[in-house]
């Protein structure tokens, strides 16, 4: 948690212009708090509020927003109302000055770059969608796409939703049998692939990974495939087509269908504890809904925009934002492969190519990056950013100041957003009405009503830390887990009676902004104290003499806990036995002498998932000499050795 001021404060102008002050002012609302007091104490009246400001379509009209009469883990929305995403995406766009502009711009590692109108891009979309239709894909049935970021996926994800199927994006990384396992959970009609994508210059056999998956799934009766890389690849007739034969012929125009507005429009997979894969179910009028809080409201996206955020396809947050671009006529920068390759400066130079004015980006990406100086950066020219957005990890103070001075250039406010696929966006992000702290959160986002608890449920004050509920349920909620009715339940509405705990840790300072200090599952409590492993890690990268770091606790005779520590050395720094107490050190100088370190291990990288999540269940599990559990979402599985090599040969150990 940061002990800092203010870093930065919204311009009167900015304030004015946003979408946020519309939306106050529509509704005779003073203020932020204004709103937060109105909806909790009606919240029907401000999602009704927030659909009809994003103006969505409902061919058939709701009858009410909000039903819990089945208990609030199943809630009802839009009750008796029809939509679907692209009616409210493509479709609204026909005809308009919007279809003539840029939906898609993107970029390959080679440099060749490609750009999609949105009359290009529904064309796409209608001709894939009729191509599906053809073979049998229809409304519930449930399409893979297994692609990487292209404007392909994004006609794809369109194509699937337009038929009233239900679009499962897979991460483009995945094996066979971590494909097999989800398109079998899924019962998957179809799967949209392509023959192999680039990956820092090497070739990766996308085809030749969905050809293993599709022999261990029965229900899986067709594959169409993109030329993408042109790498050689076996073929089963009958169930295998390529995407330009199959959309040869088909209508350029394709309708939407409407279909009940809370019908899944996509069913994503996420790694649970138990490493078995959880399906979070994201509805049509979920998915709307919440982006129209998170970016529209509260990320200020404009259909003036464009926007940037380097990921992959299966980590939520990019059909996500595909859909709030879509829903404001934004145009979405998409870059194959990886952000550091073929040059270090590759993300800050498509900002300034491509005119990018808000950027998505990963706080552990940005220390990645931050390892090669801010001369990665000078001479660049990136003042077309006006907003940036950050998730997935807490943020290093160090890290936040990097990227506030030498991308944001101190004037760019920078607006955390904390959440999870099950959330279909945030719970927690800032807003361009509110001064934001280095690594804070400036508020709950309006809807979610979330609250700080401690044990028994209660709410914390000021600086203590707690588990993340929500008091009420949000319109983007999963419903439920794919068939996991009981898990789902046990999962986040077990801990308190009718609170959803999302399974964070959190804290609230005094000025009211909020931090997220890791997950309640990596929760280390020391001597009878609690604290995330954010704090812990803060302290040893505050140092400058390591990159990254993972704090996890270990058993110990002694304080129940120890906490243990495996470190990315700087550029310069020797990784042994003095760097290892200059780190001990620093913690417990931090926390207190009960925190030191026990053990310090020093790696080349951390493990982390393709979201760049730092793994600490598997980190934990490695030091513990336990097996690693599921690994299928890895980026990087060589670490996995890695740190078992090098935790076999660290020496400190805690007096």
Not at 420 to 426: F, R, S, V
Not at 583 to 599: E, H, Q
């Amino acid at each position: 948690m940061s002990g800092s001021g203010f870093a930065w404060r919204p311009s009167p102008e900015l304030v004015a212009g946003s979408n946020l002050r519309a939306f106050l002012d529509r509704h005779a609302l003073t203020d932020f708090t204004a709103l937060e007091g109105r909806l909790a104490g009606d919240p029907e009246w401000f999602w009704d509020a927030v659909l009809r400001f994003a103006e969505l379509r409902f061919p058939t009209p709701y009858t009410r927003v909000i039903d819990s009469t089945r208990g609030l883990p199943w809630t009802q929305w839009c009750v008796g109302g029809t939509t679907n995403v692209v009616l409210n995406t493509l479709d609204r766009h026909r005809g308009t000055a919007v279809a003539a502009r840029p939906a898609i711009v993107w970029e390959a590692e080679t440099g060749e770059r490609k750009t999609w109108s949105y009359a290009e891009l529904d064309r796409e979309a209608s001709r894939l969608a009729g191509a599906l239709r053809q073979r049998g894909i229809g409304a519930g049935d449930v399409v893979a796409i297994y692609l990487p970021l292209l404007p392909e996926t994004v006609a794809a994800l369109y194509a699937v939703l337009r038929l009233g199927a239900i679009a499962m994006p897979l991460y483009s990384g995945f094996a066979a049998d971590a494909l097999a396992q989800r398109l079998n959970e899924a019962e998957a009609k179809a799967a949209i692939t392509c023959d192999g994508t680039r990956r820092r210059g090497q070739v990766v056999a996308m085809k030749a990974e969905m050809d293993g998956a599709a022999r261990a799934t029965p229900s899986l009766k067709h594959v169409i495939v993109h030329r993408l890389a042109g790498n050689s690849l076996a073929w089963q007739p009958g169930r295998d087509s390529w995407w330009q034969d199959a959309v040869a012929g088909q209508p350029d125009r394709l309708d939407s269908i409407a279909v009940p507005a809370d019908d899944p429009a996509m069913l994503i997979f996420t790694s649970g504890t138990s490493g078995r894969p959880k399906g979070i179910v994201v509805t049509h009028c979920g998915v709307l809904g919440k982006m129209t809080t998170d970016f529209i409201l509260c990320a200020d996206l404009k259909p003036t925009d464009r926007f940037m955020w380097f990921t992959d396809f299966g980590w939520a947050v990019a059909p996500y934002t595909t859909i709030a671009c879509g829903m404001q006529g934004a145009t979405l920068v998409l870059g194959e492969g990886a952000p550091d390759f073929p040059d270090e400066a590759r993300m800050w130079r498509m900002v300034q190519d491509y005119s990018v004015s808000v950027l998505g980006s990963a706080p552990t990406a940005i220390r990645s990056l931050m390892r090669q100086g801010p001369q990665s950066v000078a001479g660049l020219d990136l003042s077309s950013l006006r907003v940036s957005v950050s998730g997935g990890e807490p943020w290093t103070e160090e890290a936040w100041h990097w990227f506030f001075r030498h991308i944001g250039k101190a004037r760019v406010p920078m607006l955390n957003w904390s959440g999870g696929t099950e959330i279909t966006g945030g719970i927690l992000f800032g807003t361009l009405l509110h001064p934001v702290k280095p690594c804070a959160f400036t508020c709950s986002i309006p809807g979610m009503q979330a609250d700080v608890v401690d044990e028994q449920g209660r709410s914390s004050a000021a600086g203590e830390v707690g588990e993340l509920v929500l008091r009420a349920p949000s319109i983007g909620l999963t419903r439920g887990f794919w068939r996991d009715r009981e898990q789902y339940l046990e999962t986040y509405w077990s801990t308190f009676p009718d609170l959803w705990r999302q399974g964070d840790l959190a804290v609230r300072d005094a000025d009211g902004q909020w931090f997220v200090t890791g997950r309640s599952d990596d929760t280390l409590k020391i001597s009878g104290k609690r604290t995330g492993p954010a704090e812990i890690e803060g302290l040893l990268t505050g140092t400058g003499l390591v990159s990254e770091a993972a704090a996890v606790g270990l058993p110990d005779p002694i304080s129940g806990q120890a906490v243990s520590c495996v470190c990315v050395p700087a550029p310069g720094a020797r990784p042994d036995a003095a760097l290892a107490k200059a780190m001990a050190d620093a913690v417990a100088k931090g926390l207190g002498r009960s925190f030191r370190p026990k053990r310090v291990v020093f790696v080349a990288d951390l493990p982390k998932n393709r979201s760049l999540k730092i793994l600490r269940r598997t980190v934990k599990a490695v030091l513990l000499g336990e097996p690693p559990g599921d690994l299928s979402t890895m980026l990087n599985p060589e670490a996995v050795a890695a740190l078992g090599t090098a935790a076999e040969q660290s020496s400190y150990t805690r007096p």
